[in-house]
């Protein structure tokens, strides 16, 4: 006869996978089927990563609770399996330690709430048994599982349906795509948010018309990275544009979104397009003199492969291709999430092309780290994109070919600098 409420089995799991121990969604997966294996049954799980590494993570059962904690980096978890009842625990145990790997492992078993030293209190529990039946359908229970893109004190979470569509350690980065309730399906590269189906045309238009109207003559167009293929697919709207050559260096992230997210990959067939998977930066430093009308780096943040597009040297090739006139627009991070790579990116820009060369343009992201993002220009030439005078092109052309955020009041609106930008850019 049992003399407890509950009972409480505190594990360490050691000498685990550390790529398992990062996974949130086969860390749902595998702490959700500990729970079943057992014969618990499961009401709701919430499972958190966290960026660079770390899972957290509870199921919670009609018996009460399975929780996770996990060090990647220590191939460590820190496993709590509290039941009430006839569960037995032990059998979550051994089927966790199997799916983790875990070469070394401790357990320390107790009995919880101890009856005897307990009062009990006479009240009337036939309600709360009938809601419990309404929980009995194991098919039912809610997932709570979040995708997180942090730094050291600020994050971004989006709720994912636990579905990974691909995942692929390519030989720069883990390249993925998940499925978010709210913006739909979305890649990451090593944890951080590229692009969502439903708020990527801001990136995509922001990043390719502000500087095609700006230039109004542009006919061959490099564009750096860009993998997903939405830059690409807004340039080739501009019947002039009669070259694009794109370089992207990570050849899976072209064909996780070429099957995944065919809306944006959606103009990788163009026949204007030279598509080269290929080192971004070796190729701009071997590039012809003033080949290039408009250079576009749509690089991902100044972490792994896409470090070096944040380098000095990289810009000076970037000035040396363009023609005179010329215009460069980089991916320039948010002036509210890294500070020190957006004001550092302007510095390197305007010693460059020159103090007023090197505008900056704002616009909202919300599946970026603080919804503020910006593209850094350098303007090889006199046009500044501020004061540019076309609206009624611009216009039409938003409007001929179904813009979602780009117009000519946008335009000249994310030229705008709040002064909180001008300070960090002094
Ligand atoms: N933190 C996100 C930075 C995103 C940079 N590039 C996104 C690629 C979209 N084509």
Redesign the pocket.
């Known amino acids: 006869m049992s003399h407890a409420l509950g009972n409480h089995i505190l594990v360490e799991f050691m000498g685990c996978d550390p790529h398992v121990m990062n996974d949130v969604s086969s860390i749902e997966r595998d702490m959700v089927g500990a729970a079943q294996k057992a014969g618990a049954t499961v009401i709701n799980s919430t499972f958190h990563h966290f960026s660079p590494y770390g899972v957290s993570g509870v199921v919670v059962i009609q018996e009460s609770h399975l929780a996770i904690h996990t060090w990647p980096e220590y191939g460590y978890a820190a496993v709590d399996l509290f039941t009430c009842g006839e569960m037995d625990a032990w059998i979550s145990f051994d089927y966790l330690k199997e799916k983790f790997g875990a070469k070394q492992y401790s357990a320390l078993e107790m009995k919880r709430g101890a009856i005897q030293l307990l009062e009990r209190n006479e009240f009337d529990i036939s309600s709360m048994r009938e809601k419990a039946g309404e929980w009995r359908n194991p098919e039912m229970y809610t997932r709570n599982v979040w995708f997180t893109?942090k730094d050291d004190s600020q994050a971004l979470s989006l709720r994912f349906t636990g579905e990974i569509f691909y995942d692929v350690q390519s030989p720069f980065q883990r390249v993925r795509i998940l499925e978010s309730y709210k913006y739909g399906k979305m890649?990451t590269l090593d944890d951080?948010?590229?692009?969502t189906e439903k708020d990527?045309f801001h990136?995509?238009e922001m990043?390719s018309h502000p500087a095609l109207f700006t230039h109004g003559n542009a006919k061959n167009i490099l564009v750096i990275?860009?993998?997903?293929?939405?830059?690409v697919r807004e340039i080739l709207r501009h019947e002039g544009v009669e070259k694009v050559t794109m370089v992207e260096i990570d050849g899976e992230v072209i064909e996780a979104c070429k099957i995944h997210l065919p809306k944006?990959a959606a103009a990788f067939d163009n026949p204007k397009l030279d598509l080269k998977v290929a080192d971004g930066i070796a190729f701009v430093k071997e590039a012809a003199d003033e080949a290039y009308d408009i250079v576009i780096v749509?690089?991902?943040?100044p972490v792994g492969p896409?470090e070096g597009l944040f380098s000095v040297e990289f810009y000076k090739n970037c000035y040396r291709i363009l023609k005179p006139g010329g215009i460069l627009v980089a991916?320039g991070?948010?002036p509210k999430?890294?500070e020190k790579a957006f004001s550092e990116l302007n510095f390197t820009l305007r010693g460059i092309f020159g103090q007023d060369n090197a505008p900056v343009s704002l616009f909202f992201?919300p599946t970026?780290?603080t919804g503020m993002?910006s593209f850094q220009y350098g303007l090889k030439g006199a046009a500044q994109p501020k004061a540019i005078s076309k609206d009624s092109e611009i216009e039409a052309f938003a409007d001929a070919k179904g813009l979602r955020y780009y117009n000519a009041d946008v335009h000249k609106g994310s030229f705008a600098t709040p002064n909180f930008v001008k300070a960090l850019l002094k």
């Open positions: 893109d890649l951080m948010v590229m692009t990527e990136y995509h990043i990275g860009g993998g997903d293929g939405g830059t944006i749509d690089g991902s943040d896409a991916q991070e948010s999430f890294n992201v970026y780290p993002w």
